[in-house]
Each structure stands twice: as structure tokens, then as C-alpha cells.
């Protein structure tokens, strides 16, 4: 199945040449999405199988492709309405990328082979430029070659730190880069070698994650993107970068460095938080304000897994919820930008008086985003918070005063757009069609219903990753609420 997953997939990529008209493109985009959710639910069916030697369906690819099937779906929806008007060539590029990035997530979360999980995040790279780049501006053409050289030089350390860690442990030589190998020959290796490599590794696939160091480059492509894009970069892209480490993380995390690599994810994390809560504050954009509160949920992530097997359930929680939450937001900002003409925070003003329904998702989804009740991140940062306070209270406090910060920075700019003087009199802008909402609305609903109840089968899929027993989190949170 899944060999003709990707052949069909590359298959409806170059249909779009072939049929470039609008609704022709736009069929054969929507069957690629419909061939991902066919194949998604034939993964789950067929749990734990290995196809192609290199790729299996164990519960962390099943996860982060359900995410990926939903995220697709609704940025195609939001993307219909950006590309309405532009030429057949460009369109035709913008949906092969699209439709090739999907296919090469996929490749991600499912290869069960270092080696093989790098060339897939490279693709990503290479198909994701062309969306990074479709207003064909200068900003935009500068944040994509940008994009495209640090991400491959992120890539290019992250494989010098795979190459590392082969020759050191000897299984190179052998030609067996699973992470299955990887993991047994990892605890023969020289710790000065295995924790060069860790850091190599960490420091370039950080371009994927979003985190310090390599950061910047994810906030530029979430600038200059059509918003549906940034959805997905800062959601789908992210996931990638984080099951692509997370493979190397569980190779790495039971060796003799184990207790090293949670300090270096701590240190890691802190720094990331500390970089959200100073430049949110200093952001003038409202994606560039979304897109540091990616960094800030990818440090948590980053410091929920120093935490043991606990903590991974709490990152996987976390990114999951993200994914549905943050994506809904740049949705919204989309309409907004079409209302109010700008994304700059002072030239925005009065969304509330311009676009009513609008502002109210806009406020719900910065309500859900800064973790406040009934928002499902309030669960994971809860749990994450309670486990910082029972096992290190210095780092309880740093990560809770940081958090207040950002939620200050996101808050307070958000409600100047939402409720602040109307910068955009005499301009009336465009007015959003209610089936623009719908995404929005779902994926926030599904926000806060989780926040209180965890369907059995994704509960299954966070405890088969992280390896807690059942109950370990629900009783202590559901007593609470």
C-alpha cells in the first residue's frame, strides 16, 4: 500500500501540469488528500507492519499522520481562495509542492531508518520553497533562499552528526542505520563521540523544530507565507522536525549520556522560551507573533522530554494540541488579513467592529493558545508544570515566569487588533464567506473537548510512545478538573 501511496502521490503531482486549469488542479489535489486519509486509515489497520523495509506504522508515525490528514485537509480548503486568481503555471507549482511535501511528511514519520528520515526531511526543504515564496516579492524571495540554506545547513550538520555517530558505534560499516540498530549500538560508544553527535544533530534538525538555535528561519517563512502555508509550516513541518529528532532522542536517551541529553533539552527549551517571551514583545507583525509562540510550545516539547517517560506523554500531548490549535490561528489570520489589509499591528485595529464573527475566533484561539481553560493545553502545561514543581523548582519558576511574559506579549497584541482603534476607516475590506470559518471552529472545538476527554484510541497512541501505564495522567488531572 504504501509504495503505491507514493507512486500515486508523485503521480497527481505531475497531473497538475497536465491539467492546469483551476478546477481541474484543484480535483486532483483533493484526491491526493483523499489518498492520504485512505492510506492513514489503512496504517492504522495494519499497526506495527514494516512495508518497504525502510518505513513502519508504529503508534508515533500513526500519530503525527492522523495530525498530518487534518492539517492537509484544512489548509487545501484555505488555500482554494489564495490561488483563485492566480495563473495556471503557478498554480500548478503551488499544488505539486504541496501535494510532494505531504508525500515527504509522510516519509518522515514513518521510516524506521536515520538515513532514510534525513533525505525525506531534505525533501521538505527543497518543496516547501515554492510555497515559502508565492507572492514573489523581494522579502519573500529572500526569506526562501534563506529558508534553503540554513535548513540545509541544518540538515547537512544534523548528517554529519548521523555519520558521526555511525562510524564511532561501528554500524556504518554494516549498513544497518535503523534506529532499532542504532539503539543497541549506541551503548557500546564512546560518550565524548555519542554527545558530539547529539548536539549536531540537535543544532541542525533545531530548523525543523523551530528552537534555539537555528529558529529564525521558520519565524521569516511564517512571514512572508500565504497564511494557510504558515498553518502548515508551523504545524505539520514542525511535527516532522520533531519525529525526525525524536527517533534519535530514544536511540540516545537510555545510554550512559541519557542524564546529560535531558540537561542539554533543558537548557534548550528555557533558551527558546526566552527567545519567544523577548520578541514577542518586539513584534510588530501578528504571524511573526504566532510564529514566536511556536517556539515557545516546540521549548516546552523540548522540556517535557528531559522528563522521562512522563514527559514524553506530556510533549506528545502538547504538540498535538498545538498543531490544532495554532493552525486554526493562522487560518483566522488569513480572513483577518483580508479585513483589516495588513498584518502589521499598527496599521490593524477595530476587528471587532469590522468583522465580528471573525474577532471571536480570533480572541477564542489566542484564548486556547495561552494555555487558558478550556483550552487542551492548559492539560499537557499543567501536567508539564506539575512534574517541573515535583522534580526541579528552579526550573518550575524560570519556565512559569517566562510563560507569563509570553502570554502577556501575545495577549495584549492581540486584543489591539481585536478591540483597539480602527486603523482602516474608509477602506472597507473584504467581506469572508461563513464557510471560512468552519475550520476554525472545528479545530478549536476539538481543542477544548480534549481538554477534558482524550478519546481511548489517541490516548493508546501517546501511552504506546512514551510507555506510562494507563491512568497515570487522567486521574490526577480529571480529580483537578
Not at 128 to 152: G, Q
Request: glycine content about 8%; proline content about 2%; hydrophobic content about 55%.
Amino acid at each position: 500500500m504504501l509504495a503505491i501511496y507514493f507512486i500515486s502521490g508523485f503521480l497527481l503531482a505531475g497531473l497538475v501540469f497536465v491539467f492546469p486549469r483551476k478546477k481541474s488542479v484543484h480535483v486532483i489535489t483533493l484526491i491526493a488528500i483523499l489518498l492520504q486519509a485512505s492510506f492513514t486509515a489503512y496504517a492504522f489497520f495494519h499497526r506495527g507492519e514494516t512495508e518497504l523495509t525502510y518505513f513502519t506504522f508504529d503508534p508515533l508515525a500513526l500519530l503525527f499522520q492522523g495530525i498530518l490528514v487534518i492539517i492537509s485537509s484544512a489548509t487545501f480548503y484555505h488555500t482554494i481562495n489564495y490561488t483563485k486568481t492566480i495563473d495556471h503555471l503557478n498554480r500548478s507549482f503551488f499544488y505539486a509542492s504541496f501535494i510532494v511535501l505531504n508525500l515527504a511528511l509522510t516519509g518522515v514519520y514513518a521510516s524506521n531508518n536515520l538515513v532514510i528520515t534525513w533525505i525525506f526531511i531534505e525533501i521538505t526543504t527543497l518543496s516547501v520553497a515554492y510555497l515559502i515564496n508565492f507572492h514573489r516579492s523581494k522579502t519573500s524571495l529572500e526569506a526562501t533562499w534563506k529558508y534553503i540554506f540554513v535548513c540545509s545547513v541544518g540538515i547537512a550538520l544534523a548528517y554529519i552528526g548521523i555519520l558521526f555517530a555511525g562510524a564511532a558505534s561501528g554500524i556504518a560499516s554494516s549498513g544497518n542505520m535503523s534506529f532499532a540498530g542504532l539503539k543497541s549500538a549506541f551503548l557500546d560508544i564512546n560518550p565524548i563521540y555519542l554527545k558530539i553527535a547529539f548536539i549536531l544533530i540537535l543544532a541542525g534538525y533545531s530548523s525543523k523544530l523551530e528552537v534555539f538555535p537555528l529558529y529564525t528561519i521558520g519565524i521569516d517563512a511564517n512571514y512572508v507565507s500565504p497564511a494557510p502555508v504558515s498553518a502548515f509550516l508551523s504545524t505539520a513541518l514542525v511535527n516532522g522536525g520533531f519525529v525526525a529528532f525524536f527517533r534519535i532522542f530514544e536511540a540516545m536517551s537510555g545510554t550512559i549520556i541519557g542524564i546529560w541529553i535531558n540537561h542539554v533539552l533543558m537548557i534548550t527549551g528555557v533558551l527558546s522560551l526566552l527567545v519567544a517571551a523577548i520578541y514577542v514583545q518586539k513584534a510588530t507583525n501578528l504571524k511573526r507573533v504566532f510564529a514566536y509562540s511556536t517556539v515557545e510550545h516546540m521549548g516546552l516539547v523540548l522540556i517535557a522530554l528531559s522528563l522521562g517517560k512522563a514527559g514524553i506523554y506530556i510533549a506528545l500531548l502538547q504538540i498535538t494540541f498545538h498543531s490544532l490549535i495554532k493552525s486554526g490561528l493562522f487560518y483566522q489570520t488569513g480572513i483577518l488579513h483580508r479585513v483589516l489589509r495588513s498584518y502589521k499591528l499598527v496599521k490593524s485595529g477595530g476587528y471587532l467592529r469590522m468583522n465580528a464573527i471573525g474577532a471571536v475566533i480570533l480572541f477564542t484561539g489566542v484564548v486556547l493558545i495561552c494555555a487558558v481553560p478550556p483550552s487542551a493545553l492548559f492539560r499537557s502545561e499543567f501536567l508539564l508544570l506539575r512534574e517541573l514543581g515535583l522534580n526541579n523548582v528552579l526550573l518550575f519558576i524560570i519556565v512559569a515566569l517566562l510563560l507569563t511574559f509570553i502570554f502577556y506579549g501575545v495577549f495584549q497584541k492581540n486584543m489591539k487588533v481585536i478591540a483597539g482603534e480602527q486603523a482602516h476607516a474608509g477602506e472597507p475590506g473584504d467581506k469572508p464567506a461563513w464557510s471560512e470559518y468552519i475550520t476554525q471552529v472545528i479545530l478549536f472545538s476539538a481543542a477544548m473537548v480534549l481538554c477534558f476527554y482524550i478519546p481511548s484510541f489517541l490516548d493508546d497512541l501517546f501511552r504506546s510512545v512514551s510507555g506510562i501505564p494507563d491512568g497515570s495522567f487522567n486521574s490526577i488531572f480529571n480529580t483537578l478538573a
